[in-house]
């Protein structure tokens, strides 16, 4: 059957290292993937997109890489601050857009 | 732009009462999504209109549960009769296109039946 994990609930990371946060899935071949940070008691917020034929994307202190071979990605926040603190959630599009279950992040000064 | 907007905020109701959610989408959005959040089972997708056409509503979990989209900018889910088990946060998300496009997500509708 179709999954998505992500392999943490939940992570303490201290300020200023770099997070890095997993998302595997099997018996999906999406078209790319998506990631989103939630914080408490609302929506899910876009951050990043990379397509199936992209190895790797960035914006600002945030980085994402996709294997369609290891049917992995990986999400790194750099430099990471009390701010950066949240849920980050990965979203598979293949017919539709599927959610993994979301790893706590906390980052603690 | 005022982005997703759902109401109400918080519902509580009593078991075997209708609910209602309410969606208004981003004005020139196409797609609609509407998911529903639990500890138990994370951020599920439970229907979904492409210009104002359900395309997929197969994670409706049975027919207690219907939503409409009579225009581009209104939409509701509603629970008929409601049960404890529906208690979670209902997601509303619309985007440019199904493809591409990211979704942005209104702030939820939390839903106790007690």
């Known amino acids: 059957s179709q999954k998505i994990e992500q392999n943490s609930e939940a992570l303490n990371i201290q300020e200023g290292k770099t997070a890095t946060l997993t998302c595997n899935y099997t018996n999906y071949s999406p078209a790319y993937l998506q990631w989103y940070r939630q914080d408490p008691g609302r929506g899910p917020v876009f951050l990043l997109l990379i397509r199936e034929n992209e190895k790797e994307k960035r914006k600002e202190r945030l980085k994402v890489t996709f294997d369609t071979t290891l049917k992995q990605s990986l999400f790194h926040i750099t430099a990471s601050q009390p701010a950066d603190s949240a849920t980050y959630l990965c979203a598979l599009t293949a017919s539709k857009i599927i959610f993994g279950s979301g790893t706590r992040l906390s980052i603690r000064p | 732009d005022a982005g997703v907007i759902q109401s109400p905020r918080h519902e509580v109701t009593e078991m075997g009462q209708e609910v209602t959610l309410r969606c208004k989408p981003i004005s020139g959005h196409n797609s609609l999504f509407w998911y529903r959040q639990t500890m138990m089972r994370g951020l599920e997708l439970l229907i979904y209109?492409?210009?104002?056409?359900?395309?997929?509503d197969s994670g409706m979990p049975e027919d207690r549960f219907s939503a409409k989209m009579p225009n581009a900018s209104f939409s509701t889910l509603k629970i008929q009769p409601s049960e404890p088990r529906d208690s979670a946060v209902y997601f509303c998300?619309?985007?440019?296109?199904?493809?591409?496009?990211?979704?942005?997500f209104g702030n939820g509708t939390r839903l106790t039946v007690t």
């Open positions: 209109f492409n210009n104002n056409v359900p395309i997929d």
């Open positions: 998300a619309s985007s440019l296109a199904q493809g591409e496009s990211p979704l942005h």
